[in-house]
Every structure is written in C-alpha cells, then in structure tokens.
C-alpha cells in the first residue's frame, strides 16, 4: 500500500522504560513508526520484544511502574503528550482502541458484559438507549459468539478466555474507531474464528479506512493480514518493510531465523530451525546489535561497532544490521 496522505498515526523516537527494584528496564529504545488510514502495520518480535509496550504506548496506557521516557506520538498530525488525561480518555475508543492480549485481566469482573459494552456506547454517544441491546447482541453475534443475549447477562468469569477475547474485539470493534492495535487477537481460537477475525479487521480496514497496528508472534497471520511488518528485537526496531519483501527477502538474520521456523508447505524438512540463545537483559542492554550472541552472520565489525543505525536500504524498506543476509542466503 502506497499513498502521499499524512500517516493516520507517526511514532518518533519512543523511549519507554520500567523501573525495577533491580533496575530500569529499557523496553523501548528509539522507535519510530506510522500507519496511515486504511494501512495495516504489522509489528512482530518474540516475547519481550518490546510489541506489545509499543502499542500500549500509543494509547497512553502503559502501566505502572512503566512510562515513556521520550518521542512524539502524533495522531491527524496533533502531539498526543500535549493532551490531558480526560481529553486522552475520549480520544480512546472512539477514535483509537486496543484489543489487549489478555482478555479475561481487562474486563471488569464485577460486571456483566453487557453493562460495559453499554457504558460504551452511552460514554460516547454513538446511539439513543433503545437502540444499545440490538447494537451489543450484533456485535456478539458478528463474532461468532452463540446466544448473545446470556452472554450479554454474563460476567466474564463465566465465560472462556477464547470466548472473552471475542467479546473485547466486539467492543473494540462496535465503534469503528479510525486507529485498532490488536495484541494478539487470534490467540486462543481455532482456525476458523482466527480466519473470521482477521476478515472482520481487514474489512473495517479496506472499507472504513481504519488503520490497525496488527500485534503478534505468528508469521501466518501477519503474511495474511498485514501491509508492512516491523521487526522488533530487544526493544528496538531491526527492520521494516513491505510484507510481500519482508518474507521473500528478509535482510536481518533476527527476521530470517524467525521465519525459518515458521512451518512450510512448500518445503520437505520435516525439522523446524529453532532461533539458538535468548535475549539480551534490558537491564543493560548492549551497545551493539542486541541480536549479536544469537547471530550467525556476526563480524569483526559487528562486535566492535556500536549498534548498527536504522538505514534505508530500498523502496520502503528499512534495516539495522552491518551484514544482512544475502538473497541466496534469504532462499536458503
């Protein structure tokens, strides 16, 4: 996807860190990114990455003892940092959402589901009362939940966690907001409410103009869903590209260890390659490339240079690494 229009959304230069009782963890180091309307970015890693920080961020939720330490978040051009918490708190749900990773923690216990997809739409003024049943129990229903109705009289303890995850995504969803970050929405469904849910967040995308912030570790889903994928290693951004480069040419040896292990119909191994090693301690993070003790392709330069600057390399496609992978080598 290509357009001149102003990004929807532009990140520049986030810095987010925890503060520990054995230290500061720096989650976010020096992440810069945007999403136009109707775009879906693609942001990937493994745990700890840094992914889901980043979204949370966006929304200005990152929870104690968490806080974003520099960078600008822009949304329609304006600086987000110079709104106070209650102009933020409107601009969530209506205009941004989020669609957490852990369904069941979000929704409020005390309850029912109903109650709080109505203070929804009664917070934002969206429908007349009369009309907020019906609105609940499509919205229900547009996710495959069956019998709206006694889970919109339910408490989300009494419901799975697969099943409470579809509820936050009709609630995320109802108001068509203009920006979605959806951290891990398919997780805990099968394959087909995994396939319905993306068709129902490409659709608001293609035909809303939504732009979304696709969250997750599943290569799959983001070779199906997404625009362009952003790389993130260790709190930082590795690489960036359109998705249709990203995986026939994947650059940093971190995002072509990742889809070696990714299963391929097309290929006979019958052994997937696992990514050796673990991440570096944010608590001191390296000054070089934080992917240097898990590398294959690491050099002289590698270990004596600072970490490697965030470069672009081609049409839209942007890498941190003194020696990429070459083509043959990305086939290989």
């Not at 805990?188 to 129902?200: K, N, S």
């Not at 809303?208 to 290569?219: A, F, N, Q, S």
């Not at 889903?221 to 260790?234: F, G, I, L, T």
Request: charged share 20%; hydrophobic share 40%; glycine share 8%.
């Amino acid at each position: 996807m290509t357009t001149d229009a102003p990004p929807l959304l532009s990140v520049e230069g986030l810095h987010t860190s925890y503060v520990t009782r054995d230290g500061t963890v720096r989650a976010i180091q020096d992440a810069s990114f945007f999403v136009h309307a109707g775009e879906i970015l693609g942001i990937v890693g493994e745990s700890g990455s840094g992914k889901t920080t980043a979204g949370l961020a966006t929304m200005g939720l990152v929870p104690y003892p968490g806080r974003v330490t520099g960078g600008r978040i822009r949304f329609h051009g304006h600086d987000l940092n110079e709104l106070d918490e209650d102009e933020r708190r409107l601009l969530r749900g209506e205009a941004m959402a989020m669609i957490f990773q852990d369904p069941q923690a979000a929704l409020n216990p005390l309850m029912t589901i109903g109650a709080q997809m109505a203070e929804i739409f009664n917070t934002h003024g969206q429908i007349v009362h009369s009309q907020v049943r019906e609105q609940t129990e499509d919205a229900l229903a547009s996710l495959g939940l069956p019998d709206p109705g006694r889970i919109l009289q339910s408490y989300p303890w009494q419901l799975s966690s697969g099943m409470c995850q579809r509820v936050m995504i009709a609630m995320m969803l109802v108001l068509e907001p203009e920006l979605l970050i959806a951290d891990e929405p398919t997780s805990a469904q099968d394959v087909t409410l995994q396939a319905e849910i993306l068709e129902r967040i490409l659709g608001l995308a293609k035909d809303h103009g939504m732009g979304v912030i696709l969250i997750t570790h599943d290569m799959g889903v983001m070779a199906r869903a997404a625009d362009r994928v952003m790389v993130m290693y260790a709190g930082r951004i590795v690489e960036s590209a359109d998705t249709v480069s990203l995986f026939r040419n994947p650059q940093h040896p971190y995002t072509w260890a990742l889809l070696q292990s990714m299963p391929r119909l097309d290929s006979d191994r019958r052994a997937l390659r696992n990514v050796p090693g673990a991440p570096p301690d944010l608590l001191d993070p390296p000054d070089e490339c934080p992917f240097l003790a898990r590398c294959h392709k690491a050099t002289v330069s590698c270990r004596t240079m600072p970490m490697p600057p965030l470069r672009t390399i081609g049409a839209g496609h942007m890498l941190a690494c003194y020696n990429p992978m070459t083509a043959a080598q990305s086939a290989g």
